[in-house]
């Protein structure tokens, strides 16, 4: 299995580019990766990357976003923040993916039993730590709004739900650049859900 190139990454839709990304979370829950000569791709994107798709994840060592999605060296960015929450740095990095390095796809990726969705339904103050966290307050929220105030494990799954949207739609709204792109159909902007007890990957409609 070869890198993504100039070519094939110009060949590509966002549709398809997001068909690549389920293809290969199936393939993961499978346990039937492709073959690869991660070598050979560390020599061949030596001189060059063209990642069809940036993925921004959580910390949470339980998902690393190569493994899941079956990709290898140079296919994906992955842009990692607990929470997989926005601030300008990361807007920024998904920028650089999209508008410079030409991936055609955006995907917001949260998690099952996420501690920084749950720190924030039980409102954790800690060093830089308590900066972060009240990113994801939004969603709680409104999850409160509408949820009532029992913080317990299916509240903390609709915040992450919820933080996982807003992030979707404060890209939108403080990227002009990326919000431009997805207008011009160059660009999918799309948001999912995993599963640590399965490793299923639910991307939202």
Request: charged share 25%; net charge negative.
């Amino acid at each position: 299995m070869e890198s993504q190139t100039k070519e094939t990454q110009n060949n590509l839709t966002p549709q398809k580019a997001l068909t690549l990304l389920k293809e290969g979370n199936q393939r993961f829950i499978e346990n039937k990766k492709l073959g690869r000569n991660l070598l050979n791709q560390v020599i061949e994107t030596s001189t060059g990357q063209y990642p069809f798709a940036v993925v921004l994840g959580c910390i949470d060592s339980r998902v690393p976003i190569e493994i899941v999605f079956d990709q290898g060296v140079g296919d994906v960015f992955s842009t990692r923040v607990a929470g997989s929450v926005i601030n300008e740095d990361v807007l920024g990095s998904l920028e650089y993916s999209c508008k410079v390095a030409g991936s055609k796809i955006v995907l917001v990726l949260g998690h099952s039993k996420c501690g920084a969705v749950t720190a924030a339904c039980k409102d954790v103050e800690l060093g830089n730590i308590t900066a972060l966290l009240s990113k994801i307050k939004p969603a709680v929220d409104q999850i409160k709004s509408t949820s009532g105030k029992d913080v317990n494990d299916e509240f903390v799954d609709k915040v992450i739900h919820e933080n996982t949207k807003l992030s979707i739609d404060r890209i939108r709204k403080e990227s002009p650049t990326l919000a431009e792109m997805e207008a011009n159909n160059e660009i999918e902007i799309v948001g999912a859900y995993y599963d640590v007890n399965t490793g299923i990957v639910e991307f939202y409609s």
